[in-house]
C-alpha cells in the first residue's frame, strides 16, 4: 500500500518574525527583573567563549566553549560578569554563590 506524502505544516516560526534585538534584550531584562536599560547583555556563543570565568550567580566555572551572558552595568562598564543563562534567568530565587 503506498501512502500519499505528508503534508508540511507550516512552521509557527514562519508566521510570527523573530523579535529585533534591541526588543529581545528588553524582554530578557525585564523577565529577570531589571529595569529596562540598567544592564546590558552580551549573549556570547560557545565558538566565542574562548576563556574560562567564574559564574557569580553560582561561584562554578564557566568553560571555554560553553554559551553563557556578559551582563555590563550601563552605569559602570567595567564592573561586567559573566553569567551562565540560567544563573542569570534564575538569579532573583537564589542566595549569591548558591
Do not use: F
Amino acid at each position: 500500500m503506498v501512502r500519499p506524502p505528508a503534508r508540511r505544516r507550516k512552521s509557527r516560526a514562519a508566521d510570527h518574525p523573530p523579535a529585533g534585538l534591541q526588543e529581545l534584550q528588553e524582554l530578557i531584562e525585564l523577565a529577570a527583573g531589571a529595569e529596562p536599560g540598567d544592564v546590558q547583555l552580551r549573549r556570547i556563543s560557545p565558538s566565542q567563549a574562548r576563556k574560562a570565568y567564574l559564574c557569580p550567580g553560582c561561584n562554578q566555572e564557566i568553560a571555554p566553549g560553553t554559551a553563557h551572558l556578559v551582563v555590563v552595568p550601563r552605569d559602570a562598564p567595567d564592573m561586567r560578569r559573566h553569567w551562565h543563562t540560567p544563573c542569570w534567568q534564575l538569579r532573583d530565587r537564589r542566595r549569591p554563590g548558591r
